[in-house]
């Protein structure tokens, strides 16, 4: 994959967004900032590829939990604008956990303070390239999208990825979030990307194949509301799994049962028992080999 000079790619496990790092000969703008739990790698990851740049400031494309959750700990070492897109900024100041999926989903992202906000039609200077912000709203209705004309490359967050997207909630109408994630991706289309950087997952090229994928899942999930409610299920019990690196099988019902995310999509969507819906979870990420039972635990099977 060629990378244009000037833009550093880290990618990381399932559990932290990738950081992109924008430098020029003597600082350093950062794009995300990982997972709180894993705070410590992605800020020694940062000094490593840093140099003796200076990190001018951080940027985020949206305020999940795999994106901001090293936002303190950079802000301390580095005393550099921390910048958030401004939907966000109401969720942010006062701290809302309930806003960022923090409760919803039993996250956990450490408390910071934003220096500062950008908007869709701002830009900003970074690596010797000047990137505007675009609204990508679907997955998060407040996430950025970075674009630079010259090289043709986007910075998508988790609005698009090699094979996928961030997960789009389900809605009783069915509408709403899909159809806006389906207007972000013929956002991306519109712009005709060389290059697109995706917050997880590797750099990629073949964009159009990338956005027909997405498009076909949008469309599955819009057609069966019920099939995206037990994706959002399984995705989102496989990072609480990553993070905790075990669950324990016999209070796996209960725990669906108390994380408003899982009653949310049961009550709304499912319909099924805990223990109905503990079995068939767990079943699928057995099955995508993502997951193990292994005697009294459930294991994660893939590289947090
Ligand atoms: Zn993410």
């Known amino acids: 994959m060629n990378i244009p000079s000037g833009i550093t790619f880290i990618e990381r496990g ?33 000094k490593q590829h840093l140099g003796p740049r200076r990190l001018s400031r951080l940027i985020n494309t949206h ?13 301390r070492e580095f005393r ?32 910071f303070e934003f220096t500062d906000t950008l908007m869709r039609g701002q830009s900003f200077s970074a690596g010797g390239l000047t990137w505007h912000a675009h609204a990508a709203p679907g997955h998060d209705d407040d996430a950025l999208m970075f674009w630079n004309e010259k090289e043709k490359a986007l910075i998508s ?16 109408d069915n509408a709403s979030a899909l ?18 950087i995706p917050g997880h997952g590797a750099p990629f090229a073949d964009v159009a194949e990338a956005i027909e994928r997405a498009r076909g899942r949008l469309a599955a ?3 069966d509301p019920a099939r995206n409610a037990r994706h959002v299920v399984k995705v989102m019990l496989m990072f609480n799994l990553l993070e ?21 999509m049961n009550e709304r969507f499912l319909h099924c028992e805990y ?30």
């Open 63 to 75: 305020c999940h939990s795999d994106h901001i959750g090293g936002n303190a700990m950079i802000a």
């Open 244 to 264: 905790r690196q075990s669950l324990r099988l016999d209070s796996l019902a209960s725990y669906l049962a108390k994380i408003p995310v899982f009653r949310d």
């Open 157 to 172: 967050g988790d609005a698009l990825w090699q094979d996928g997207l961030g997960v789009v909630f389900p809605s009783e």
């Open 14 to 46: 399932w559990l932290n967004c990738n950081q992109i790092l924008l430098t020029s000969a003597k600082d350093a703008v950062l794009i995300d900032s990982g997972y709180g739990r894993h705070a410590g790698d992605t800020l020694a990851l940062v």
């Open 221 to 223: 999930f819009a057609a």
């Open 275 to 304: 223990s109905q819906l503990a079995e068939e979870t767990l079943g699928g990420l057995v099955k995508a080999g993502v997951a193990k039972v292994d005697g009294t635990l459930i294991r994660p099977l893939i590289r947090a």
């Open 179 to 196: 159809d806006r994630a389906f207007s972000t991706l013929d956002a991306i289309a519109a712009l005709k990307p060389r290059l697109v």
């Open 80 to 111: 550099c604008r921390i910048t958030v897109p401004e939907g966000e900024a109401r969720h942010l100041k006062p701290w809302n956990p309930e806003a960022l999926w923090l409760k919803y989903a039993d996250q956990y992202a450490p408390r």
